[in-house]
């Protein structure tokens, strides 16, 4: 049976990850997306999935840590972002980080060699025609004018948005070994890691507090009136931190704990720069946390008073880019469909929530609850218990509306994290409660149990149990 097919506006992690998802469900999808005829102020290829910002996917920890649960079920749910992934990772301790480049090359060749799947390279400046039926909006934190324009027309409600900061990236062979050192915190190894997959600089406090100053009085970009909008606390640029205390940097991006100098053991650092392997090939290593704002010529001046990088050279310079999100919880249903226009969805950045792997997720969704529907079945939502349902349940409805200021929700970009999960019981220790630490980490343990199994059962999978055991 032939289908008619789904139209895709984006094509970023999430309508990547949505237009594969509708493919392997056995419907065509045409996957619309503007570079190739016109560029964003970010992006610097025309690759799909294009990593704009870090290398990250962040913690591949899925028993301890809420991304890397995310990232359990993403597997489970065969992504092709994690699949790509997977398949293109660099050492960085206990994070999954990936060649940005072989990434890209790696989503972009899965996409163009599905036979479901067409790739157009077009700017669609409205919103999808209603003849289009079902359709998804994954234009990601970069949305064309246009396109905004008409979301807000459409809806009747301002898009909000924030600033996200880009950090900067350096040729490792300007990196000063006789400063610098190889180590993870706490010696942590992560996937293809050893535990020694970061370059550390050192600081001691004089240097740290010189440092503070100039990140302070730097020269930074500046803002347009219309451009007035609040960061995600979750990607503040280094200046801004330092400028909210003396000691936040120490405490943040810059915390000296879990490691040692190698070159001066018995001294430890009052503050430590990380730096991250970039590509493949080690020859690119990202700045930890140091996305930024300030001016070009003062990031260079400022970064290379940090020990070890006197002499850095940069790949890429930080630099800033508009993130706009719709006022999810008010305009979009359970299945991520916009209200009032039956089959139109949004997935990815441009729902509200935050980071590469979230935005796959979202576009996961997005992508089988439009199979679903173009193959007359209901969509099935993901249990609030998974990280999938956690993830869809904040940017669909998990707000609450203020005395203060009613019909407004408190709706702000999120990554996942366990306060998204309904709670759970922690188990006991021989019989007793357990406290501190020890209870965190059941409760945690707990939550991420919990998730897997429901997301397999919502998959249709075997419990894991029935598997070991055959």
Same mark, same amino acid.
């Given at each position: 049976m032939s289908h008619k097919p789904i139209?895709?506006?984006?094509?970023?992690?999430?309508?990547?990850e949505a237009a594969w998802q509708i493919a392997q469900a056995g419907v065509p999808v045409i996957l619309h997306e503007m570079r190739g005829v016109r560029g964003t102020e970010a992006h610097k290829t025309d690759g799909l999935a294009e990593l704009v910002c870090s290398n990250s996917f962040r913690s591949d920890d899925a028993e301890n840590n809420a991304v890397g649960l995310l990232h359990a079920e993403l597997r489970l749910a065969n992504s092709l972002i994690m699949a790509s992934g997977d398949a293109n990772q660099v050492p960085a301790g206990g994070a999954l980080a990936v060649d940005r480049d072989g990434f890209s090359a790696a989503v972009t060749a899965k996409l163009e060699a599905h036979p479901l799947v067409t790739i157009v390279r077009e700017e669609i400046a409205g919103l999808p025609p209603t003849e289009w039926d079902q359709a998804i909006i994954a234009t990601g934190p970069l949305t064309a004018p246009s396109l905004a324009e008409a979301i807000r027309a459409a809806t009747g409600a301002d898009a909000l948005a924030f600033f996200d900061a880009i950090a900067p990236i350096v040729h490792f062979d300007s990196i000063d070994l006789d400063k610098a050192w190889f180590q993870s915190r706490y010696d942590k190894p992560g996937p293809?890691?050893?535990?020694?997959?970061?370059?550390?600089? *050192?600081?001691?406090?004089? %240097?740290?507090?010189?440092f503070?100053?100039?990140?302070?009085?730097g020269m930074k970009t500046e803002f347009k009136e219309w451009e007035g909008t609040p960061y995600f606390d979750g990607c503040l640029p280094i200046e801004v931190m330092a400028e909210r205390g003396p000691e936040t940097l120490r405490h943040g991006p810059m915390k000296p704990i879990g490691l040692?100098?190698?070159?001066?053991?018995?001294?430890? *650092?009052?503050?430590?720069? %990380?730096?991250r392997m970039d590509n493949a090939l080690g020859t690119l290593y990202n700045m930890v946390g140091f996305q930024t704002k300030l001016k070009h010529g003062e990031q260079t001046r400022i970064f290379r008073m940090i020990p070890g990088l006197e002499n850095a050279e940069f790949a890429r310079l930080g630099g800033l880019h508009r993130n706009t999100y719709i006022n999810s919880p008010t305009l979009l249903d359970g299945s991520l469909q916009l209200k009032g226009r039956p089959g139109l969805r949004f997935a990815g950045q441009i729902t509200g929530c935050e980071g590469y792997v979230e935005s796959a997720s979202i576009g996961l969704l997005a992508g089988r609850f439009a199979a679903a529907e173009r193959l007359g079945k209901a969509a099935s939502l993901p249990p609030a218990t998974t990280a999938f349902g956690a993830l869809l349940n904040h940017i669909t409805g998990g707000h609450i509306v203020t005395d203060e200021e009613?019909?407004?929700?408190?709706?702000?970009?999120m990554n996942v994290n366990f306060g998204l999960f309904p709670p759970v019981e922690a188990p006991k220790a021989d019989g007793k409660r357990m406290r501190g630490k020890d209870k965190t980490v059941a409760k945690r343990r707990a939550v991420t149990a919990r998730a897997i199994a429901d997301c397999r059962a919502w998959l249709g999978m075997q419990p894991a149990a029935a598997l070991a055991a055959e």
């Open positions: 139209h895709v506006v984006g094509g970023g992690l999430a309508g990547s293809g890691g050893t535990g020694k997959d970061y370059l550390n600089c *050192p600081m001691d406090r004089a %240097q740290y507090e010189a503070v100053q100039a990140l302070i009085d040692t100098n190698a070159h001066e053991p018995t001294i430890k *650092p009052y503050a430590v720069v %990380q730096l009613p019909g407004k929700r408190s709706f702000q970009p």
